[in-house]
């Protein structure tokens, strides 16, 4: 059974992804959860996380530091400490910084995985 | 269907609540999630969040400012900005700023609603 956990994110270790710097702070592997997981990542300068969807997942995105943007279907936002993004499951996204410093986000998924065998029905 | 959802955690109105302010960011309600609510919430100086637990959801706390605690059976840890709690279902918990000031804090649930149904089968 999952039991309550207490941490400091500047205690856990980033691993390197495509788009940046990414660390799970909650998630079934690291805590036992089975409905969310929530992730540190940074977006490096010139490596735009780019368009992909989750199937059967839904994440937040929550802007720490750094200034950057999110895409979707041909539109782009702004975003910027305090902005959130909530990107319904299976719905294309990408998100990256602007400029020449990494963007800071945290992100929330759920459910924890994503479900390619149990998603909205779309052609994936 | 859900749309992705783009705004400012500042352009959102706080809630008052017994042990501070909060304030709703994602939810089935002002978002249309499934699987996740992301609130912020201030914990009020002399306001202590007392102990309780929700049945069958699991909750994360991610501390953005300020000083605190979290308490559950009879243990308390401190909490400062970058501090994470990882609560799971049905696991008492109290939160509580220190001192003078409010502690802020982003909450992630999941799902967005209790279960009081299908809860881990305590006797509640």
Redesign the interface.
């Known amino acids: 059974?999952?039991?309550?956990?207490?941490?400091?994110?500047?205690d856990v270790s980033f691993k390197e992804v495509k788009w940046g710097r990414t660390k799970e702070?909650?998630g079934p592997a690291t805590?036992?959860?089975?409905?969310?997981k929530?992730n540190i990542t940074e977006y490096a300068p010139g490596r735009p996380h780019e368009l992909h969807l989750h199937p059967g997942?839904?994440e937040?995105i929550?802007i720490l530091s750094g200034e950057g943007y999110?895409e979707?279907y041909g539109r782009r936002?702004e975003?910027?400490p305090?902005?959130?993004?909530?990107?319904?499951?299976d719905?294309e996204?990408a998100t990256m910084t602007a400029g020449s410093e990494p963007m800071t986000a945290?992100i929330?998924?759920?459910?924890p995985e994503e479900r390619r065998d149990e998603g909205?029905g779309r052609d994936l």
């Open positions: 059974m999952a039991e309550k956990k207490v941490l400091k994110e500047a702070l909650v805590a036992g959860s089975a409905h969310v929530v997942q839904e937040v929550f999110t979707s936002r975003l910027s305090g902005s959130v993004v909530y990107i319904p499951a719905t996204h945290l929330v998924k759920g459910p909205s």
